[in-house]
């Protein structure tokens, strides 16, 4: 995702909601063509990568669900009580 290991930084802030409606989909998306444009990839998230597949599929881009096979989380809080999140402690 943007910012993070080597990929480039942005010159302008970024949110959790560019993560989740832009990163997520453009990361399997990209997945899915490098290797020979399979149909479904596993998504491994640890803490924040975590918690945007799963705000992602939850609601924001369900258009994804189709390309997942399976998902696991690690270290991925979904307590968001003082967030516009909120609802995604419900899973």
């Not at 989909?25 to 399979?38: E, L, Q, S, Y």
């Not at 669900?65 to 909120?86: D, F, H, M, R």
């Amino acid at each position: 995702m943007r910012g993070s290991g080597t990929s480039d930084r942005p010159s302008t802030a970024w949110s959790l909601d560019d993560y989740i409606y832009q990163d997520v989909p453009t990361i399997i998306h990209f997945v899915r063509k490098a290797h020979g444009d399979i149909p479904q990839v596993h998504y491994l998230g640890h803490s924040l990568g975590g918690i945007c597949i799963l705000c992602a599929l939850a609601d924001v881009t369900p258009s994804l669900q189709p390309y997942i096979k399976s998902v696991i989380t690690i270290a991925s809080s979904l307590e968001y009580n003082q967030s516009v999140w909120g609802g995604c402690q419900e899973f």
